[in-house]
């Protein structure tokens, strides 16, 4: 027989007051409310982090729970139990990239869906300012697409998720270092691709 609400809302609270560290190892050996302490704690950023990246609250939740899934199977590979916020977005930054991929067959359609809630507002586009427009947004991700992944993901993170230097170095397990140098060199090839459209 399981414990009371009450009882069971103490544990709950006496877990959110768990350290990380500690939270990782228990959920790391089989734990699954220490997860779920885990999961509360840091889901928010996981779903904004996932919702920057992705563009819509939908992918982003399908991330989350794909994120999630993924860090409850790996646990046992977390090297430092501390760091678990960085592995968790690390492992949300991954999945949305998978995620843009896979929806990059559907761009056609948010796009027509993008035109037509711009036709209902007051301002309508003209035809040649909507082409121009989504041959722009379709140059933008195909220079994307060509750079490098750590490139891209350093670029993503910081103009789509605006994260400083040190919290991408985190997120990606890198030197902040590396993540000017990554970034320096994302945005010097995007500026030679998107030349044309300045």
Known sequence: MTGSPVASAAAKQHLDLVPDALLAGRAADGDTAAFEALARRHGPLMRATARRLTGTLADADDVVQESLMQAWKQLDNLRDPAAVKSWLLRIV????????????????????????????????????????????????????????????????????????????????????????GRLARARTALARTMEEWR
């Open 93 to 180: 930054g991954t999945r949305s990239i998978d995620h843009l991929r896979k929806r990059r067959n559907d761009v056609a359609l948010d796009e027509a869906e993008t035109l037509a809630d711009a036709s209902s507002g007051p301002r309508i586009q003209d035809p040649e300012s909507t082409a121009v427009n989504a041959s722009r947004v379709d140059a933008l991700k195909s220079a994307l697409q060509r750079l490098p992944e750590e490139q891209r993901r350093c670029w993503v993170l910081k103009e789509f998720n605006d994260l400083s230097y040190e919290e991408i170095a985190l997120t990606l397990n890198i030197s902040p270092d590396s993540v000017r």
